[in-house]
């Protein structure tokens, strides 16, 4: 592909076949694409998807790619982490969680696949963290299953966000927090999401809720880790309303917020 914008592209396959391909649509905040191969062919060689899901830490990752330009590389590590956000990994502006691995992913496997021991597809290889090895990054290929049905239908993937920045509490951290005798906020000593900060203009921003805040429970369901938070907001619809419980010093509140589209910038 000569561009993110293309709207074809070619596909060359390791015997040295190439096809013409139509861009179905693309999702900028996962970085996924659904491509078409425009193809008469019945011997086309198909990868088996697995089920991201089941992969644990420890499991063997093989990645494929063309790295720096070599096609076929293949590397060979383990599964090192999983649920790793984008912002724990540099890049923000996406809406993924990634699986980490400690396979060899370098400039030109971006694209390619992250398989498992049996030879099934685990994840998308994306991205690699400047300046380190032995630690690359994939899409998990249930992310992909989720998204390329509506791009394959041409729609827009809707990422509903309510425009926090969050990092899990612990009763712990929060003493830490308490005892020290420079802290401008009272933390409550417990198990919890703390607001770290609020995007202008977000629905969080004009719904109440403020830098310090812990979440507990969000429409009845107890939240104690920041990926509790993510996954729900997640699973709702642009436009539904969210019961958010807070801790605020000394307070409990309930706030509600509506959820917005994210649009990357």
Known sequence: ???????????????????????????????????????????????????????????????????????????????????????AVGIPDKRLDFIQTDAAINPGNSGGPLLNASGEV??????????????????????????????????????????????????????????NPNSTVLLPEIDGVIITGIIQDAPAATSGLRRGDVVTNVDGTPITKAQDLQNLVDQTEVGQTLTLTVRRGDRTLVIEVETANLQKN
């Open 1 to 87: 592909m000569s561009s993110a914008d293309a709207d074809t592209v070619t596909i060359r396959l390791k015997d040295g076949r190439t096809y013409d391909a139509t861009v179905l649509g693309t999702d900028s905040l996962t970085d996924l694409a659904a491509v078409k191969i425009n193809v008469t062919d019945s011997d086309l060689p198909v990868a088996t998807l697995a089920d991201s899901d089941q992969v644990q830490v420890g499991d063997w990752a093989i990645a494929v790619g063309n790295t720096l330009g070599l096609d076929n590389t293949v590397t060979l590590g383990i599964v090192s982490t999983l649920n790793r956000s984008s912002a």
């Open 122 to 179: 685990i994840g998308i290889n994306t991205a690699i963290r400047a300046n380190a090895s032995g630690i690359g990054f994939a899409i998990p290929i249930n992310k992909a299953k989720e998204i390329t049905p509506r791009l394959i239908r041409g729609e827009q993937v809707a990422h509903p966000y309510i425009g926090v920045q969050i990092a899990n509490l612990t009763p712990e951290l929060a003493k830490d927090n308490n005892d």
